[in-house]
């Protein structure tokens, strides 16, 4: 909303109080100030100029040549083409160097041959309307070479407030609300306004029927021999500072109430409207309605009318209709003055995306004693320019409402102890009545009687009150001050142990692993659900999508760094990447409705495919599989143990032929290692060069949090010698590592401590079908130094096992 | 002793002349070795008449001491003519680059958060979690903004249902009576985490966001505690005083409601990042509204406290300069490796 300090001044004194300090006083006391600017710079370089002969122009039939006295001695000669220009009369000009809205600088030219020295003026060249038939003619009473922004009141400043933060101040929706304001923190009195309903006449009152109870109050006015013309220029000026475009002079004074005091109403064509006077209902099913911005709206039963006979005429508190409005001929108005329930005005307006400066008023429930105020500001303004007017009957004045002012008991000292500053119990009344309380009481306990414009909503209890002290005492008066209290460590709950949880994997993995930390949108696309084939699956979802297809919430948070991998795959070569993240399953759903949450740690680790004859180990899964392992045991609980899982059970992300489950001790799986699936690999873009090696994983922090902790235990260092020996296997493919390598285990009778596999080997030499496997194996015993002997039989007993599963040895 | 021989001058001066270590123990095993002149000299004494051998030994030992004193004197000065020249750091490049030690990263809101959560939990402060999904109960109606409330079209939210029952938290303050549900006062908890707002998004505006709830529930607890709180926190945010005012702001959660500005970090009288003001709008805050204890079962004559939303994605990008917001949740690599 914007505010004009020119019309502040209208209700308080601002002597003394500049522009600067109002937006200072209003920023630390009342609300947020978006910005303040000039209204209208260049105004104030356009001189007044007395036009004192105009010829016409020798070459061009619609150009005339003036010369135009601009109060410097010598007259100015001219070029206008505008029909109205005329000798005798007052014009803005503009001289050469000034500056004109939309980068328009005057230049002395010659236009057809005639030099022209300056340019005379259209109001729509300044930026004060849209009238361009022709120059703007002013009072005759001006001086040449005048400024015109002093000669014509022109100057001011606009103050754009920021509406959000006016959202509970029904009371700060016109000038007058503001100046209160300004004078509160000034100890200046606002100006006297008066606006009591003049006489009127006797004639029947306009009968008003109000059917709904979203209107407390209706208020109906006939006003006579009024006529649509331009409004002063005081007035259009007001209002194109306040980025209101001036109509006619009924139609200005309607919106300069509402921006004076903060009421909307309205005036009808009273000609337009039935004799039968106005209805006050709700819309009928399937009800359309044409607004005056010719529009036509589709209504619903909630929203709210007024209707004259049959017809609508206007949507209640939102816009008139076009039927109804006020028209050049118009000499007979209706002015309606009302009270509409905030909350219809709001979902009607908000349904129908036609928020106008009324509804957003209403919006605000507005004090229901102010449109009695305002009927009588708008007869009171209007009675001074127009001679004429005439209010045959007097004022209908409909509804049921009642005034919401209340008294409040107030505690100093709760004032005190809330703000934790020290105020005088009269220096809290006093701040209070400055700003229109009424104040009673003593001896600690104030009674605040809250006036009805304070009372519809933003004052209720005592800590409203509470507010308003401090904020004219200002926050900034206030010292800052120590919480004491006693502190203990926090609760070692679950929260605390996943925080822990959570920041040694976070370490753990940024450290050695190498694995960059990412979060992402809890938003998971549809497009990639399609990709993963999981367009069944069961997501929350908004009705309210940033962009259709994104309206699903994640179950598990792999999808979000699958989404980005071929990307990062493209820029970075070789991506790792973890993320920590919740999930949502609403099929989980608390009787509340709250979906289950699921708190996971999911891996990718993408690159390269390995070379041909590189380690066994090289590739991603077996990498990722080792991070996994080095995860677990960080976090201080048992080694995993792998196993293949029912690739049934399996995400749709995993490789069916290449997963592994992980278990930390018995219960459910912890760990989900895959490489990936290798149909999704090509429909994530992961093919020709981006072809990859990817290994991906989903661990279950809340499986995690559950499993037993199992911390290292200390075993004795070896007194005697360790011994290592290379044995190296060739077996049949289908024996597997784990089948080979218990042998050796049982083969050491107990002396195996140490089991490392470091190398594996198909090739012709071996035969087809074998497979050979070389390990490093460290024999100790607790009881002597091993000898030639142990060795011996060791290998003697891992022969005739291996032997039994048609493998053998290999020496050498 | 032939001619050929060297005499004994020209050994000295070729033992006081050697260029390095190498070629000075070589001379000196030639010369005082088993094979060499002196050895030669002594084994020959016998051979003398009686009365010279004397004066015969003497002279050979004299040389021989000479000698190896000689060799002592240029082996010291050779070595440290090498120390000299190490140290002169001849052939040092100051610019080669040094040896990458590669490693991953930590997100930098989780730095950030990390930060946060250390510092307040050495204040007494609990850390909490709260759901992303909520319920319009604590989202809305326990935080004083019942239905046709029109601070409801102030944060646009993304609904999960016609209905509105369940909602994506545009904001952190949920947690707060989920709080007032789990701890008896006097308590002090923070809720870091991620909130949601159905608005277009551009540098600036992100559909998705994280905050940091606090909330203090107390003995009287004042105005002056809450900026005295928000005082240390900006001193562990930036590592010394900022000056911070607090201004009137609406929130239907709190009374009296504030924004708190920092005086800009980065500048003395006005930059790009404080849009010329010197002043950062850097958190709501405020007193917890009586109807927002009393909606977590803390009566509110008998307890106050403060409640304050620290936007974490804008402190990250305030941190480091970030200038487009959308960059925190892209996951691309390029932008999370710079904060190793
Ligand atoms: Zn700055």
Redesign the pocket.
């Known amino acids: 909303m914007k505010i004009s300090y020119r019309w502040l001044g209208r209700h308080v004194d601002l002597s003394g109080i500049s522009p600067q300090r109002v937006v200072e006083d209003l920023t630390l006391s009342t609300c947020e100030v978006e910005s303040l600017t000039p209204f209208l710079p260049h105004l104030a370089n356009i001189v007044v100029g007395h036009v004192l002969t105009r010829a016409k122009h020798p070459d061009a039939d619609k150009l005339s040549v003036c010369s135009v006295d601009c109060g410097e001695g010598t007259a100015r000669q001219i070029v206008c083409g505008a029909p109205n220009v005329d000798a005798g009369q007052m014009v803005a000009v503009a001289l050469p160097g000034v500056e004109l809205p939309g980068d328009f600088r005057i230049k002395k030219s010659k236009i057809r041959g005639v030099e022209s020295d300056g340019m005379i003026c259209s109001e729509r060249e300044l930026g004060l309307g849209d009238e361009h038939n022709g120059i703007w003619v002013l009072p005759e009473t001006l001086k040449p070479g005048a400024k015109l922004a002093d000669a014509m009141d022109l100057s001011d400043w606009v103050i754009e407030i920021d509406n959000k933060s006016l959202t509970h101040r029904p009371d700060l929706w016109g000038h007058r609300g503001f100046a209160a304001e300004i004078a509160a923190m000034h100890l200046r009195p606002l100006k006297p306004l008066e606006t009591s309903l003049p006489p009127t006449g006797n004639g029947p009152t306009v009968p008003v029927r109000i059917e709904s109870q979203a209107c407390t109050r209706y208020l109906a006015l006939r006003l006579e021999g009024v006529q649509a013309r331009r409004s002063p220029d005081w007035l259009r000026a007001l209002l194109f500072a306040v980025d209101q475009r001036p109509i006619d002079l009924l139609v200005d004074l309607s919106n300069f109430v509402m921006l004076d005091l903060g009421q909307p109403n309205h005036v009808f064509d009273a000609t337009r409207l039935d004799a039968s006077g106005i209805t006050v209902r709700n819309a009928r099913a399937e009800e359309r309605f044409r607004t005056l911005d010719g529009v036509e709206r589709r209504l619903e039963p909630s929203d709210l009318l007024i209707a004259s006979g049959d017809k609508a005429v206007a949507l209640a508190g939102i816009m008139g209709g076009e039927d109804s409005k006020v028209e050049a001929g118009t000499q007979s108005l209706l002015l309606e003055v009302a009270s509409f329930h905030f909350a219809t005005v709001r979902r009607t307006a908000a349904r129908l995306a036609l928020r106008t400066d009324s509804s957003t008023r209403f919006e605000k429930n507005l004090d229901p004693t102010l449109p009695l105020r305002a009927a009588g500001h708008y007869v009171r303004l209007l009675a001074q320019l127009e001679p004429g007017l005439r209010l045959p009957a007097p004022l209908c004045d409909a509804g049921e409402w009642k005034d919401p002012a209340r008294v409040i008991e107030l505690s100093c000292e709760r004032v005190r102890s809330l703000l934790g500053v020290e105020l005088a119990d009269v220096h809290i009344a006093d701040i209070l009545m400055r700003l229109g309380f009424g104040v009673k009481g003593s001896s600690g306990t104030l009674y605040v009687s809250v006036p009805s414009a304070r009372a519809t909503k933003d004052i209720g209890i005592d800590s409203d009150l509470i507010e308003e002290v401090g904020r004219i005492h200002r926050y900034g008066n206030i010292p800052e001050a120590r919480i004491t209290a006693p502190i203990a460590p926090p609760p070692r709950d679950e929260g605390w142990q996943r925080r822990m949880l959570v920041r040694t994997l976070q370490d753990r993995l940024a450290g050695a692993a190498r694995f960059h930390e990412t979060l992402s949108y809890s938003f998971v696309s549809d497009a990639i659900l399609a990709e993963l084939g999981a367009t069944e699956e069961r997501h929350v979802a908004v009705i309210n999508p940033i962009a259709e297809g994104f309206s699903k919430i994640r179950r598990h948070v792999m999808p979000s760094l699958l989404a980005t991998l071929a990307h990062n795959r493209r820029m970075a070569g070789e991506v790792r990447l973890f993320e920590i993240g919740k999930g949502y399953q609403p099929e989980y759903s608390s009787t509340r409705g709250e979906p289950r949450e699921v708190h996971e740690l999911s891996l990718v680790w993408a690159g390269p495919v390995p070379a041909k004859g590189a380690r066994f180990d090289a590739g991603r899964f077996s990498q990722l599989q080792g991070v996994l392992e080095d995860l677990v045991r960080a976090t201080g609980r048992q080694s995993l143990s792998w196993s293949a899982p029912d690739p049934a059970s399996l995400p749709s992300w995993a490789h069916p032929g290449r997963a592994l489950v992980g278990r930390a001790g018995e219960g459910d799986a912890l760990v989900t290692l895959a490489a990936l699936e290798p149909r999704l690999a090509a429909r994530l873009g992961l093919k020709d060069e981006l072809a990859s090696d990817v290994a991906l994983a989903e661990l279950s922090l809340d499986v995690l949090l559950g499993a037993e902790a199992a911390g290292p235990r200390y075993r004795p260092l070896p007194v005697f010698p360790a011994v290592k020996v290379d044995v190296a296997v060739a077996a049949p493919r289908e024996r597997s590592a784990g089948e080979l390598a218990a042998v050796l285990t049982r083969a050491g009778k107990g002396l195996v401590r140490d089991l490392e596999l470091f190398d594996l080997y198909e090739g012709e030499k071996l035969g087809a079908g074998r497979r050979s496997h070389a390990w490093h194996v460290t024999l100790v015993s607790d009881e002597r130094t091993l000898g030639e002997e142990d060795i011996g039989k060791f290998f003697q007993r891992a022969e005739r096992e291996f032997t039994q599963l048609g493998a053998e040895l290999r020496k050498g | 002793m032939s001619d050929s021989t060297p005499s004994f001058e020209s050994v000295l001066a070729a033992v006081r002349a050697a260029g390095d270590a190498a070629s000075l123990r070589a001379l000196e095993r030639e010369q005082l070795g088993k094979e060499g002149p002196i050895a030669a000299l002594l084994a020959s004494i016998p051979t003398l008449p009686p009365e010279s051998r004397k004066e015969a030994g003497q002279r050979a030992n004299r040389m021989k001491s000479e000698l190896a004193a000689a060799v002592a004197e240029r082996l010291q000065q050779l070595e440290e003519a090498q120390l000299a020249a190490e140290r002169s750091g001849a052939g040092f490049d100051a610019t080669l680059p040094a040896a990458r030690v590669e490693r991953g990263s930590l997100h930098p809101l989780t730095q950030v958060t990390r930060e946060l959560e250390d510092l307040f939990t050495s204040m007494g402060y609990t850390v909490l979690d709260g759901p992303e999904v909520e319920l319009d109960w604590y989202n809305f109606e326990a935080l004083n903004i019942p239905r046709d409330h029109p601070a409801r079209d102030m944060q646009d939210t993304f609904r999960c249902d016609p209905a509105g029952n369940v909602v994506l938290r545009p904001h952190t303050s949920p947690v707060q009576v989920r709080a007032m549900e789990r701890m008896r006062p006097p308590f002090r908890a923070i809720a870091p985490g991620k909130v949601f707002r159905q608005e277009s998004t551009d540098a600036s505006h992100e559909h998705t966001f994280h905050q940091m709830e606090g909330l203090v529930v107390g003995k009287d607890i004042s105005v002056g505690h809450l900026i005295g709180a928000m005082k240390t926190l900006l001193r562990g945010v930036f590592g010394r005083e900022i000056e911070i005012r607090l201004r009137p702001g609406y929130f239907p959660f709190v009374e009296p409601g504030f924004e708190l500005d920092a005086r ?1 970090p ?2 003395k009288s ?5 849009k ?3 002043w ?1 709008e850097l958190l709501p805050c405020g007193m917890v509204h009586p109807n927002v204890l009393r909606a977590g079962n803390i009566d509110p004559a008998e307890w106050s406290g403060f409640a304050f939303g620290l936007g974490l994605s804008r402190l990250v990008m305030l941190r480091h300069g970030i200038d487009d917001v959308r960059h925190l949740l892209s996951g691309d690599v390029r932008f999370l490796e710079q904060f190793r």
């Open positions: 800009c980065f500048c006005g930059c790009r990042v404080c010329q003001s010197t950062i």
